[in-house]
């Protein structure tokens, strides 16, 4: 009204002041501004439809004004005239000059602001009251839609020179109603708990104040409707209906009701499955990858499933635009016939690999786990295996795949990687701590991706209260362009092994070797190594009786040429905190003939993880490591290559290196552990979700081990060992583990309890490495 009233004043003022009652008409010459301060002239001309040269009269300016006020720049219009020019007198409506947001907290300011500029409010622009009573509407809607109800919106204009205004709007969020009834009318054939349980939403349980779980939501409802149709439809009954859904609010808008009515219908059978189009593939290869079969209750989750795979067979040999269509032909006899209509499309081809993201690592790196080729056949099978290679390196957190049709064509496709890259070692000073060593300082540098190079080179100085170390080694994975891969190390090591409270001795050792890798396919390779090694021996008055022994029969000095030869299958998904595949590897490590002590070490271990979840937020992990150990004749085994077990990386809950034979103590020293020949351990893990944690740089687990090491020939002075395998020995544990890759390095924290820890054994509740420990 007030907006009309002055658009009428406006134009009765200018008529009374330029026209008599006999001349409503004159020729405009020219048209000035006044008032203008931030309005740019251009747009006051492209709403105000009159132009110099023009007749106009009462008519023509009531519409001309009418539209300048639509455009919502201007307050207030008043029109004037000399003569021949007509003078627009314009009052700007007031600028945004600030927003303030006050009592937001589930939704952050980034978001409300940017919402805020969508809809036409945003600092800088001109201020419409209109615009703003929308926004506040929009805002509460956004809030009900979370299920807080409750939510109020209050705006309020303050005035500040300048023509300008600041917006303060104050947000009363509420609370999430939380869902007090979920009634299913209509379930004949399944129970309510059993049809809940597909519900995301709950009622409130002890767990609801972290999973939120009891609060209502509109999208997290249509999800659950969605879940309870497949649910529904994968045990048969194919013309299963949601009838209606009633969300019902109290009065105080703080709880929900929900009542789902439903017709489950009859159960269906599949009759028989038929292929038809195209059959750029043979047909039998075809059927044999579709999980339906005739007399199978009909399931929509094997039928898509079905269908994806059918896709996946055409795209495997270049029909990547594939499209496979279901349709369920459905009799009276409660049988249902599939028939997959096949439509290949043409054979794509890749015209260009495009990388992004790599910042640290080479192009080269990347493009050498290619299975799928520029300029050769799309396969989805190939482009899959570059991306699972890429993401097993360990170099990147996350790898992704697009597929981008060419503009223009319709037979080919650039393929876009987009990597992630992540910490994949420690590259500065080395500086850590852990219970086994103690503190650790050092210059080193040990990198598997080494200045993006792909090469793993690990060097430096380490001291540590039981090691001191110089180390050079490097290995280069692709040494050949078919993956042969070539390493060499070199080292001195002075190790005090008193001081990590096993048998008391120290050993200086010097080494050199060299070793190299052959790819069998693309997830196993075999690895043979040579090593030439000095170890020197050095004994104490509370060295133990077995090591003293030793030293009579071999002496304290030895030279040997050490082999190694080991096989490796890897089918994880990823080489960082995995979540599904399996990897083994077995070594031999023989001391050949003609070296000082001649012996061999076969070690096998074993890591398998299985999603429990679609989501791969839950994984179930088996993991075992073994290994037996002998002389070859001719002198005893060594005992400084003996097996240990307990430890951080081993059996948590136990003090590093604790379980097993302990050696012979000599003057009043106390038996301290000797390790053995035989090792057996593993153990069960599930994987959680790690709280307020995204990404893949965390992994919170609950394990399960259990291990111990065994000898088979303690020797003729040893009292604190039983020869063999006694089972009734193996340690059990279980706890906590958490472990964080960090820009310095891994972390890892543990918390254990042993369940038979027995007399005499280290205990230790709580673990925790941080850095590089070498």
Not at 145 to 165: S, T
Not at 265 to 272: A, I, L, N, Q
Not at 280 to 304: C, H, W
Request: hydrophobic share 35%.
């Amino acid at each position: 009204m007030k907006q009309g009233y002055r658009l009428f004043a406006a134009v009765i003022v200018f008529l009374a002041s330029t026209f008599s009652s006999a001349q409503g008409a004159f020729e405009v010459t020219d048209i000035r501004l006044e008032g203008l301060q931030r309005v740019a002239p251009g747009l006051v001309f492209r709403h105000f439809p009159i132009s110099n040269g023009e007749q106009v009269d009462e008519q023509r300016l009531s519409t001309a004004v009418r539209k300048l006020f639509a455009s919502g720049y201007f307050d207030d219009v008043k029109l004037a005239r000399e003569n021949g020019v007509l003078i627009l007198k314009l009052r700007e409506r007031p600028s945004i000059a600030l927003i303030r947001l006050e009592g937001n907290k589930a939704l952050k300011k980034e978001q409300l602001l940017e919402g805020l500029k969508q809809g036409g409010l945003k600092e800088g622009d001109v201020f419409k009251r209109a615009t703003l009573e929308q926004i506040q509407q929009d805002l509460v809607r956004i809030y009900a839609a979370q299920g807080r109800y409750g939510a109020q919106v209050d705006a309020e204009v303050e005035n500040l020179p300048g023509n300008r205004v600041a917006l303060n709007i104050e947000i009363k969020e509420g609370k999430v109603a939380s869902i007090q009834h979920i009634n299913i009318v209509g379930n004949e054939l399944f129970d309510d708990e059993t049809l809940k349980k597909q519900f995301e939403l709950q009622l409130p349980g002890f767990w609801s104040f972290y999973t939120d779980d009891d609060r209502y939501a509109r999208e997290k409802l249509a999800g659950d409707l969605e879940r309870l149709r497949s649910f529904y439809m994968d045990q048969g009954y194919i013309k299963f209906s949601i009838d209606s859904t009633q969300v019902s609010i109290t009065p105080d808008k703080k709880h929900v009701y929900i009542t789902v009515n439903i017709t489950e219908g009859e159960k269906y059978s599949v009759r028989d499955v038929n292929l038809a189009g195209e059959m750029v593939v043979p047909e039998e290869e075809l059927m044999q990858v579709i999980t339906v079969k005739a007399g199978d209750t009909f399931s929509r989750n094997r039928m898509v499933k079905s269908q994806e795979a059918l896709n996946r067979k055409l795209g495997n040999v270049g029909y990547m635009f594939a499209n496979v269509a279901p349709s369920p032909e459905i009799h009276d006899d409660n049988t249902v016939t599939l028939n997959y209509f096949l439509d290949p499309g043409k054979r794509t081809y890749v015209r260009r690999i495009v990388i992004r993201g790599n910042t640290r690592t080479s192009d080269e790196v990347i493009r050498r786990e290619m299975r799928q080729m520029e300029a050769g056949v799309a396969s989805t099978k190939n482009i899959d295996a570059s991306k699972l290679r890429l993401e097993r390196t360990g170099f990147f957190s996350t790898v992704n795949v697009e597929t981008i049709p060419v503009p223009g064509t319709s037979d080919q496709v650039d393929l876009e990687y987009t990597v992630v890259e992540q910490q994949s070692g420690s590259f500065s000073a080395s500086v850590g701590f852990s219970q086994g060593s103690g503190l650790i300082l050092g210059l080193s540098v040990e990198q598997d991706n080494f200045l993006g190079s792909g090469r793993k080179v690990a060097f430096g100085i380490t001291n540590s209260d039981s090691t001191t170390e110089y180390r050079f080694s490097s290995n280069d994975p692709y040494y050949t362009v078919d993956g042969v891969s070539r390493g060499y190390k070199l080292y001195y090591r002075e190790r005090d092994f008193d001081e990590d409270d096993v048998s008391s001795y120290e050993t200086d050792e010097l080494g050199a070797g060299v070793n190299f890798g052959y790819p069998i396919d693309e997830f196993q390779r075999l690895n043979f190594g040579a090593t030439l090694e000095q170890t020197g021996l050095k004994t104490n008055s509370t060295t133990p009786q077995e090591i003293i022994d030793f030293v009579a029969d071999e002496g304290d000095d030895y030279l040997g040429l050490v082999g190694n030869v080991s096989w490796s299958d890897n089918h994880l998904n990823r080489g960082v905190f995995p979540t599904d595949g399996y990897v083994q590897n077995a070594s031999l490590e023989l001391g050949l003939p003609g070296s000082d002590l001649t012996y061999y070490k076969a070690r096998y271990s074993l890591r398998m993880y299985q999603p429990l979840t679609e989501s791969e937020r839950w994984v179930g992990k088996v993991w075992t490591r073994i290994g037996y150990a002998d002389d070859l004749g001719g002198n005893q085994y060594p005992f400084f290559k003996h097996f240990f077990a307990g430890g951080i990386r081993s059996v948590r809950g136990f003090e590093a290196n604790s379980l097993g034979p302990k050696d012979t103590p000599r003057n009043g020293a106390s038996a301290d552990p000797f390790g053995g020949n035989i090792l057996l351990t593993g153990g069960l893990e599930l994987i959680v979700p790690t709280p307020f944690a995204e990404g893949n740089s965390t992994r919170t687990s609950l394990f399960l081990d259990a291990g111990n090491v065994f000898d088979t020939s303690c020797g003729a002075s040893a009292t604190n060992c039983e020869e063999g395998i006694e089972f009734d020995e193996i340690r059990y544990t279980t706890g906590l583990a958490f472990s964080w890759i960090t820009p310095m390095g891994p972390l890892t924290f543990v918390l254990a309890t042993p369940l038979n820890e027995e007399s005499g054994d280290d205990t230790e509740l709580f673990q925790f490495s941080f850095g590089r420990t070498f």
